[in-house]
């Protein structure tokens, strides 16, 4: 016999009625994908039981890409169309990548736009589109594993990643089919992870040492609020670094030339990193070499001649370490607790060394390379409303100062660096000769005070400003910088009104165009109909309005009068009705008509909550808070 | 693009228009607001309460960060009464103070050249805190009043206090420079 389920009051409704959002990791290494199922945050694995996806994407001149395991056993096979490591390149301009030089084997395109494009089999692609299928990979396996389309994820970005790259990223989600709840600093969900964010206060050290990368990042948290307060490492250490130290002593033990052929080179780097992970768990390990030509070598290697051979490479993550430290003006004795990431943290060594360095146990117990997509799972089930945490709060800052180019080639920083987010700031500026009537408005991003210095964001044109004498016009630019970390800009003259606006799609961006665009093609090639995936789009926002509104009008509806919620039902109940049938263009009409009828709503909705946060606190009366001492 | 209009930085936080503030008070006003209108709390509203979401998100951020720094607090309250304290450049300053901007700028200048300028660094940020209290409980008596006089001197103060954050900037500068 069936026993009814009766939830507790107030408990997280029955399973089938969550609704899920994923949190991904994309590395630049390997990428996750992780769900909170049961109330338990974990990674989600492929049909063959594996839960690192590696970052590498393998373009065919026919049919889908090739994303993951299969792509990078075949990557030397293969160097041009096999793309790995595209992380480095997100939100980086053609001339940036130029600089990354040599160290890319790829072939590079210079189309129109300043992205750099990778030519492949499959045609050019820029860093964003691959990104992209390495991202639709991820959720194609969310779909299957949870049987329930997936359209919403948290994506982790570096702490240090400026608009450009973290635009890039949203991009790629887009491309993708997701919807981005957050983009999270990658340390931030480590810590999350750990529940760190449950402690009312601290300093914490994320230490993540990767395949290829090595980041440090100071957080202070300070009652749900999380500020990076200084960021470092070394973008060229990691984990291969150390299976290339002992491939080179195999050589040298077993006598191998320096001049090893690429496969036996390989073969070795593999034999490496399989005694490295071994010595994990063990004192010793034995090692058998194939030299070729039926002949052997066998040796072994023990876990003090490993650490001989890999502590110069840890001595170098230390330095950034101290680095850090010194930005944040804090001591080591100061840090309340180290979290690991990154698989090259699992070595015994490693977490010897960060242990004495940070004089302190460093949290090691949820698996280093999961963490970071662990914490945005729970962060992602927060956001997407399964779980009631009034006490969560996640602020994040900015990571890097945001200017506006002045005379003389000058920056003038309009939003400090580490300035708590959401913000918009103003700051008026001039015309500097007689009857100027356009102004370049551009801006930047950076420490520097010569724009040069500087990385370019993004430039515009407010146009159309009446002739006056130089100095008299007043141009008011304001910056909007949203929870993502994602800017907007819009610039007015304030004595005409005439306005122009951006939503800073950088100079190494993509336009909304050329991702319609994209989204198109990759339609296209997918044989799907064009008016079909508007539909969709249109019906899934549909829903979400629809959901949003309805919630609203069950939790505050008192704040309505008969009217005024009468003309919000009806507009419901256009749009009901207009999602049922098949016009893309009827739903978007439906859906901006109950958007403009909800304005009055939800302005009182947070007039409400501002009331409610308040109102622990005594309303002060004049006088109230005199004698006590200032900040 | 004003999400809450009409309010006032002080309105906003429940908070009289004066110049003493609790800070501990502020800032437990600033989390509360915060956990009832960041975006994260409407991740899955309509766009409308989004944009509404962001918008007064970033008032409420700039709101505490001009209340919670007796500096910028002050030019706040002055900008409340009508006085744009950038605006005229060419009133007079007191000679005194002049003298005294010519000796910080000339503490800062030595510092450079001197042979432990980390040890005179520190001494010399101890010294600008100092002379920066002393103008707050300077600016704290001139506010309290109401005249035009109270609020000329106020403003005097308030320049002098900017030009303290100024040098306050420097030393940070030479400090990151110094490491």
Request: proline share 11%; aromatic share 0%; net charge negative.
């Given at each position: 016999m069936a026993l009814f389920q009766i939830s507790e009051p107030g408990q997280a409704p029955a399973p089938h009625e969550r609704r899920y959002a994923v949190g991904i990791d994309l590395g630049t290494t390997n990428s996750l994908v992780a769900c909170v199922r049961s109330g338990v945050a974990e990674t989600l694995p492929d049909a063959k039981g594996r839960h690192l996806l590696p970052s590498v994407v393998r373009y065919l001149a026919q049919g889908e890409p090739v994303v993951g395991h299969e792509a990078q056993a075949v990557a030397h096979e293969d160097p041009l169309n096999t793309i790995a490591s595209v992380k480095r390149l997100m939100g980086r301009g053609v001339e940036d990548v130029r600089k990354l030089g040599k160290s890319l084997p790829y072939e590079f395109s210079r189309g129109d736009s300043a992205m750099p494009r990778l030519r492949t089999a499959a045609g050019e692609r820029s860093p964003v589109e691959i990104s992209a299928d390495i991202l639709k990979t991820l959720k194609q396996r969310a779909t299957e594993t949870l049987g329930t389309e997936i359209n919403d994820a948290v994506i982790t970005v570096p702490a240090y990643f400026d608009d450009a790259q973290r635009q890039a990223t949203k991009d790629a989600a887009r491309l993708a089919g997701l919807s981005v709840l957050r983009l999270l600093n990658e340390p931030t969900a480590a810590a999350i992870a750990y529940g760190l964010d449950k402690n009312p206060q601290g300093v914490y050290a994320v230490y993540d040492l990767g395949g290829g990368t090595f980041d440090i990042s100071l957080l202070r948290l300070n009652r749900g609020v999380f500020e990076v307060m200084a960021t470092g490492g070394d973008s060229a250490l990691g984990g291969d670094d150390m299976d290339h130290a002992i491939a080179e002593w195999i050589m040298r033990e077993a006598g191998i030339q320096d001049d090893a052929g690429h496969k036996q080179m390989r073969r070795l780097l593999r034999d490496a990193r399989a005694a490295k992970e071994a010595l994990t768990g063990v004192e010793r390990t034995p090692l058998r070499i194939?030299?070729?030509?039926g002949k052997v070598w066998q040796g072994e290697l023990t876990r003090d001649r490993m650490n001989s051979l890999i502590d110069p490479l840890i001595d170098r993550s230390l330095a950034p370490c101290k680095r850090v430290l010194r930005d944040a003006g804090i001591r080591t004795g100061e840090v309340d607790g180290v979290v690991l990431v990154g698989g090259a943290t699992r070595i015994p060594r490693v977490r010897a060394k960060v242990s004495q360095f940070f004089g302190r146990e460093p949290l090691a117990d949820i698996d280093p390379d999961k963490v970071v997509a662990i914490g945005a799972a729970l962060q992602a089930d927060v956001l997407i409303g399964n779980?009631?945490?009034?006490e969560m709060l996640l602020l994040d800052v900015i990571p890097l100062s945001l200017g506006l180019e002045i005379m003389g080639g000058m920056v003038e920083k309009v939003i400090p660096r580490n300035t708590t987010i959401p913000v918009a700031k103003s700051q008026d500026f001039t015309t500097y000769k007689d009857g100027q009537t356009a102004l370049l408005v551009h801006v930047l991003q950076g420490e520097r005070e010569l724009v040069s210095d500087c990385r370019s964001l993004a430039r515009f044109e407010l146009r159309?400003?009446?002739?006056?004498?130089?100095?008299a016009a007043r141009i008011r630019v304001t910056f909007q910088i949203d929870a993502d970390g994602l800017l907007s800009v819009s610039a007015r003259e304030q004595t005409t009104g005439i306005e122009s606006s951006v939503?800073?799609?950088?100079?190494y961006g993509l336009t909304d165009n050329e991702i319609e665009q994209m989204l198109r093609e990759s339609i296209a090639h997918a044989r799907e109909d064009d008016a079909a995936r508007k539909l969709r789009e249109e019906q899934v926002e549909a829903d979400r309005l629809l959901e949003a509104v309805r919630g609203a009008l069950n939790a505050d509806g008192a704040l309505l009068s008969a009217d005024e919620r009468a003309s919000i039902e009806s507009g419901l109940n256009e749009l009901q009705a207009a999602r049922g049938g098949d016009d893309a263009a009827s739903i978007k009409r439906a859906v901006k008509k109950l958007d403009q009828a909800t304005q009055t709503f939800a302005q009182r909705r947070m007039d409400e909550n501002i009331r409610k946060a308040l109102a622990g606190h005594k309303l002060d009366e004049f006088g109230a808070s005199r004698g006590k001492s200032p900040s | 693009m004003r999400a809450a209009p009409g309010k006032n930085h002080f309105e906003l936080f429940g908070l009289p228009v004066a110049f003493d503030i609790d800070a501990g008070d502020l800032a437990s006003r600033y989390r509360e607001l915060q956990r009832r209108v960041h975006p994260d709390k409407f991740a899955n509203a309509s766009d409308q309460e989004r944009r509404l979401s962001l918008q007064m998100t970033a008032q409420v951020n700039e709101a505490f960060q001009t209340l919670k720094d007796p500096a910028r607090r002050g030019r706040y309250l002055l900008s409340l009464r009508g006085?744009?304290?950038?605006?005229?450049?060419d009133t007079a300053m007191d000679p005194a103070f002049l003298m005294e901007q010519m000796e910080w700028r000339e503490g800062l200048e030595e510092l450079r050249q001197a042979d432990n300028p980390r040890k005179r660094l520190v001494e010399l940020a101890n010294r600008l805190e100092q002379g920066m209290q002393d103008k707050i409980a300077r600016f704290r008596q001139a506010i309290a009043g109401d005249g035009p006089e109270a609020t000329a001197r106020a403003r005097n103060i308030a320049r002098e206090m900017q030009f303290l954050e100024k040098l306050r900037r420097e030393i940070d500068d030479l400090e990151e420079e110094l490491l």
């Open positions: 194939d030299l070729g030509g779980k009631r945490d009034e159309g400003i009446p002739p006056m004498t130089a100095g939503t800073v799609k950088p100079s | 006085v744009d304290i950038d605006a005229e450049t």
